[in-house]
């Protein structure tokens, strides 16, 4: 079904904007009708084919599931830019001595913010810093850092080399934990022979700990659990532990499958059986409305989550929020801080406009006494 709907829309978007870029006079006149549309009925029949297959396969087939992801996201931006020069020209009925001009700003627009997206999502996720006061963080803590990471979505697009990268990344904050907050595969795990080596790497004194997305489980969540505590992750499954005098670390697995049909408190309720003395952190993939306010009524002192990646190509973000009030950054609820992370990799279209993938720098506060 999913693929059907790609299918549709993304046919709807190509033939449009293929049909607006031949109106183009330089376009026009430079190259014949006939190789145009034969151009863009083969682009087509790769895109067809690439919806088909899917973006997560890690063999040779890889490459039409992943062009057709981004050049649906391609074509969105440019359908956006060509019909707003449309909507403004009556699609040539009135202003026409401005009408070939103003499709051409669009087009020229519409390649300029795709090109950009693009550029947002291959480069360095950025390393974004927030000081957090912790409701019963001990004094012998304060000023303690994490470093989270979320949305890796290590597949066909992103390998390990690509998180060795990463891992360079969060060793130079000299964090005492890392934590992992979900989708760190895309669907499989990516059997790749360096992720183990790669993640061994990450310095953190206090361990570097997970919790599932629910990424994850579209595929083999076994395998990648396995695959990722070979490298000495420690995964978090409806669990708490205690990292330090004081300071306790909870995780909820797979959000994902409770928010449709299960219940979403029942892993909170098996993690946080009781308040803990000290400051709590619980790691949730998911800011599920609901699970916010009742995580700060069980006394969690901080929340932490990605999944929204901040909405990742607009005007998305606007849709995510209607369903996620909380989007990305710092939000309080209650005595509870909740942090939610942009992400630092991507689904689907590698591409993020207006949200640059990023990497946490948290910073532990006690309260002033």
């Known amino acids: 079904m999913f ?31 006939r190789w145009w549309w034969l151009g863009a009925l083969v682009v087509w029949g790769v895109y067809l084919l690439g919806v088909r297959l899917g973006d997560a396969a890690l063999d040779w087939r890889w490459w039409p599931g992943q062009f057709a992801m981004t050049w649906l996201g391609i074509l ?41 997206a693009i550029f947002q999502a291959v480069r360095a996720p950025a390393i974004v810093e927030y000081e957090l006061p912790l409701a019963g963080l001990p004094q012998e803590l304060d000023g303690m850092t994490l470093v989270a990471i979320s949305d890796t979505h290590l597949g066909a697009q992103r390998r390990a080399a690509w998180l060795g990268k990463r891992v360079d990344q969060i060793n130079a904050l000299e964090p005492a934990a890392v934590v992992m907050l979900g989708d760190q595969v895309e669907d499989e795990p990516i059997n790749d022979d360096q992720l183990a080596p790669v993640l061994r790497r990450l310095r953190a004194p206090l361990g570097v700990w997970a919790v599932t997305g629910n990424h994850e489980y579209y595929g083999d969540a076994g395998g990648t659990i396995a695959e990722f505590a070979a490298g000495g992750v420690k995964w978090l499954r409806d669990e708490r532990v205690e990292i330090a005098p004081g300071l306790h670390l909870a995780g909820l697995d797979d959000i994902g499958r409770a928010m449709h049909g299960g219940d979403i408190y029942a892993g909170l309720e098996r993690t946080i059986p009781n308040r803990a003395q000290g400051a709590t952190i619980l790691l949730a993939h998911i800011p599920a409305p609901g699970l916010v306010e009742r995580a700060a009524r069980e006394g969690v002192s901080l929340m932490l989550s990605g999944h929204t990646h901040g909405g990742q190509i607009w005007p998305f973000s606007y849709l995510v929020k209607r369903k996620f009030p909380h989007l990305v950054g710092v939000h309080r609820e209650g005595d509870m801080q909740l942090v939610i992370s942009r992400g630092a990799g991507g689904w689907g279209p590698r591409m993020r406009l207006w949200q640059p993938g990023e990497i946490l720098k948290l910073t532990l506060r006690a309260p002033q006494t």
Request: charged share 10%; aromatic share 12%; no cysteine.
């Open 3 to 33: 693929s059907l709907i790609l299918n549709g829309i993304g046919t709807l978007m190509h033939f449009y904007v293929a049909h607006r870029l031949y109106a183009l006079a330089p376009i026009r006149t430079r190259v014949k009708a």
């Open 76 to 116: 969105f931006v440019m359908t956006q830019y060509l019909l707003l020069a449309d909507l403004v020209t009556g699609f040539g009925l009135w202003l026409r001595k401005w009408a070939p001009r103003i499709l051409a700003a669009g087009a020229i627009a519409g390649i300029s913010v795709s090109a950009f």
